[in-house]
């Protein structure tokens, strides 16, 4: 059996998942963070829960709303669980309407009681279960209340095999009448069910551009030769007015108004310092900046350099002393001692550093701010012809760049998605976060959060200039209206944190078991080997031979030596295997060696210009792939590869260049 969870974005639909279901998927508090159906069990059963994306309508703007209709259209839950906020009914029914009419069985949950009883706001449940023909449960997803009775409710809904009460809700007569006679031709001559024949006839109506497309593939014929009859009618804005007039008639007779109240919500004073127009963005600023000296310089940074002394000392010396003892080959032992464990331990240090990172984004998204930042980036975002929602996947990127290229579908507008779609590998992923912990340890010690926050800001500040070519090159002139919720402030939920932060960094350990690994296993080959086979000089070596052909090509950007150009071209594959490639090919036992070999090859100057080169130079496999699977296109896959390289290159210059002038 399926039970399908649908609501309006920040309704708590995924917090309600994750406490329904023994697994865990991504909370936030912006569109986009579920951008593809998440599947789980229901607690105690064999029940799938597909926690679907949040949307507002069955009609889509955005490609998440997509998913929901396609959803629709290609399964048939046995039940569907609507996830509301209680606060703010009335706008989430327009499409608890939408997903009634679809008919089958349904269930409508009020979650977020507790915020709608400060706002003095009451219902009455039999009389909303009434009016909509299904059963109402109450929840608070945050703290769990309630979620015995639905989870119940869940199950004897399930088995109870109920007919669907019909739904009161009567459209204008030519509407009904269209209805009427599209429903009969789709059941008589099509063999559509009556209850899928009216929500598909309602659909086509009210211009659903995906099931509008659906009909013309399965040639439904009733719905095709009516369609300029329904737009020439406007029967999409009486289908509007009528639910809108029915919600209204509903909430009069099971709801209790709210009171009204002169003071100021916590949440209201709050958004007056953070998103004001003169503090927001330097609130912005500051609030990143802290999480950056609390990750690299009074939390993550101490605690890395405890794991590498750890790694780097005892662990090293004790896997060395056993290989010995065993009568490994020197070159098994070299594998071993000099490629993974200091290709691997050197990136698995850096892992606190992370992991910190991590929760203060967790804590921020948890709490509500990042819809906030959202809206304070808006200002900028008009500047270049898009809108504080294009700012959303960016944010996200700062994760990882193929999330935040999937939360592009958020943008309402085909030019738009394509452009934040090329913008989002500017931003600087948490793949790149080992090789700017090790550069800032050895040329910034007393100033690590300060340059990699400005690194940071570097992304987004040549995101904005390329989105301003970008407008350029498509004669963009105007953007549009950011519409975005904002939700109330909450206090952190500690376990959400935790999980979060938990499964980000089980991402970043898997990586480090298989592709720093693969990686690692690589480097040490080339580094070990050349044209006369085993070498003990790395001079001699494949590795070597790559970065020398190369240098030239780098001098001009302040690194022209064989490790570093050599440590680059392996961070195509992933950005986390430039560091463990670093260590491989310096011969670096632990991070101070390699801190040190460094020193020797950069200026500050370069070591900063480097910095910029790895943010900006190239799209990680993972991220090209993705590319190309949004846009269909393997020309902006290849153009995004090429731009940005073009790019890094002349950043990395400019700095390289200008540090010689200061």
């Known amino acids: 059996m399926e039970i399908a969870l649908i609501g309006n974005p920040n309704t708590g639909k995924t917090t309600l998942f994750n406490n329904l279901t023994d697994s865990y998927a991504t909370v936030g508090n912006w ?197 300029a009859t329904y737009d020439a009618q406007h029967f999409e804005e009486q289908i509007f007015n009528t639910r809108l007039a029915f919600i209204e008639k509903i909430l009069a007779r099971s709801q209790q108004a709210p009171a009204t109240r002169a003071t100021t919500t916590v949440s209201h004073r709050f958004d007056q310092l953070l998103t004001g127009p003169w503090l927001g963005l330097p609130c912005f600023i500051l609030i990143f900046w802290l999480i950056f000296k609390l990750a690299f310089d009074w939390v993550g940074t101490p605690l890395s350099d405890g794991l590498d002394a750890l790694l780097s000392g005892p662990v090293a010396a004790n896997v060395n002393h056993w290989l010995t003892l065993l009568g490994a080959l020197p070159p098994l032992r070299s594998l071993v001692v000099n490629g993974l464990l200091a290709g691997v331990g050197g990136v698995l240090v850096f892992l606190p550093q992370i992991i910190t990172l991590f929760a203060c984004i967790e804590i921020l998204e948890d709490s509500g701010y990042m819809a906030r930042a959202a809206l304070v980036m808006d200002r900028l975002m008009q500047m270049i012809g898009l809108n504080g929602k294009a700012f959303i996947p960016l944010l996200i990127g700062f994760g990882c760049n193929v999330t935040g290229i999937m939360a592009a579908r958020t943008v309402e507008q085909p030019q738009a998605r394509l452009v934040t779609t090329l913008l989002a590998p500017f931003m600087s992923c948490s793949a790149r976060l080992p090789v700017y912990s090790l550069i800032v340890a050895a040329f910034f010690p007393h100033h690590q959060a300060a340059v990699v926050l400005s690194i940071y800001f570097l992304g987004i500040g040549i995101a904005l200039l390329a989105a301003k070519g970008y407008q350029w090159y498509f004669h963009t002139t105007e953007s549009a209206a950011l519409i975005i919720e904002l939700p109330n402030y909450h206090r952190p939920r500690w376990d959400i944190i935790w999980h979060s932060t938990w499964d980000k960094s089980k991402g970043f350990l898997h990586k480090a078991g298989t592709v720093i690994f693969a990686g690692t296993v690589l480097i040490w080959a080339l580094t070990s080997f050349g044209p006369t086979g085993f070498v003990t000089d790395p001079t001699h070596s494949f590795a070597a031979g790559l970065g020398k052909l190369s240098a030239p090509c780098f001098a001009p950007l302040g690194f022209d030596h064989w490790q570093i150009i050599t440590a680059l071209f392996t961070g195509i594959l992933a950005k986390e295997v430039i560091t463990a490639s670093m260590m491989v090919m310096f011969h670096a036992t632990n991070q101070t060696v390699l801190i040190g070999a460094l020193s020797n090859y950069l200026t500050p100057g370069a070591a900063y210009a480097l910095l910029a080169f790895i943010l900006l130079y190239a799209p990680c496999f993972a991220t090209l792939g993705t590319i190309k699977q949004e846009t269909g296109s393997t020309k902006w896959m290849l153009w995004s590869l090429v731009s940005s390289f073009v790019i890094a290159y002349l950043v990395a210059g400019l700095i390289n260049l200008g540090s010689h002038w200061l």
């Open 31 to 227: 569109p986009g963070v579920t951008v593809n159906p998440k599947a789980g069990h229901l607690k105690g059963t064999a029940t799938d829960l597909i926690d679907l994306p949040g949307v507002y309508a069955l009609t889509p703007l955005t490609k998440d709303e997509e998913v929901v209709t396609l959803y629709l259209l290609d399964h048939c839950p046995d039940l569907i669980l609507n996830v509301t906020n209680a606060g703010q009914l009335k706008r989430n029914l327009l499409l608890t309407l939408e997903v009634r009419e679809f008919g089958q069985p349904m269930i409508l949950n009020l979650n977020m009681m507790d915020e709608a009883a400060q706002q003095g706001q009451h219902f009455d449940l039999a009389a909303l279960s009434q009016a909509l023909g299904c059963p109402v449960v109450t929840t608070n997803a945050r703290t769990r209340r309630g979620l015995a009775q639905l989870q119940a409710q869940l199950q004897a809904q399930l088995q109870a095999h109920q007919p669907l009460v019909p739904l009161k809700l009567t459209y204008p007569p030519q509407v009904e009448q269209a209805l009427q006679q599209a429903t009969q031709a789709l059941t008589n001559d099509y063999n559509v069910p009556a209850p899928l024949a009216r929500w598909l006839s309602l659909q086509y109506m009210n211009q659903n551009q995906v099931v509008r497309r659906a009909a013309a593939f399965r040639n439904l014929q009733p719905l095709l030769e009516q369609r």
